[in-house]
């Protein structure tokens, strides 16, 4: 008799602890449907990058005095420097400099350790092309300044993941609203 009793004991404490995990799962699902959608429509909508946000690596040429700081401190030996020595004046010429940002992993060493700051990041991070060598850029296309997210008049930025004020964001029409907020 006291083995169906413990037996009937142990099922009665597993019943209760398996009713506290759904409890438990059953509030994490009641807090998220009190939630406002994160969602961002993204080619009309962008979110403002963070400040030290590290996006496509911006070069002047008329600042580098061919160093070649840039190239011993990255990771991968990247950034490449062609350079011719002036006799006459006994200093570096830059010929060309060139980044294949296909290759590059945007951890800023080179942007860091330039003495001449002719290196920057910028917020662009749409770097996708269906060729991998148009990711490679010469020193022409690293000099063109992309338009930061704030001043692009045909997207509407979002500064903050949060929340999305109200009717910001629509679903399909078809769609069935899972989640209804009450505010």
């Known amino acids: 008799m006291f083995p169906m009793m413990d037996g ?7 019943a209760i602890q398996a009713a506290r995990y759904i409890g438990q799962g059953f509030t994490v699902t009641l807090d998220h449907m009190n939630r406002l959608p994160t969602t961002v429509q993204y080619p009309y909508e962008k979110l403002i990058p963070s400040e030290r946000f590290r996006g496509r690596i911006h070069f002047e040429f008329d600042k580098c005095i061919a160093c070649e700081v840039c190239v011993r401190v990255c990771p991968i030996n990247l950034p490449v420097v062609d350079w011719e020595l002036r006799k006459n004046v006994r200093r570096k010429r830059l010929r060309n400099y060139s980044i294949d940002f296909g290759v590059c992993i945007f951890c800023g060493n080179c942007v860091e350790y330039c003495p001449t700051n002719c290196l920057s990041m910028t917020e662009e991070y749409e770097l996708s092309t269906h060729d991998r060598h148009e990711l490679n850029h010469d020193q022409t296309a690293p000099g063109r300044l992309p338009i930061p997210v704030v001043r692009d008049l045909t997207i509407q930025p979002i500064s ?24």
């Open 8 to 14: 009937l004991q142990n099922y009665s404490q597993q």
């Open 160 to 183: 903050n993941l949060v929340s999305l004020p109200k009717g910001s964001a629509e679903g399909h029409p078809d769609s069935r609203n899972v989640t209804s907020s009450t505010n």
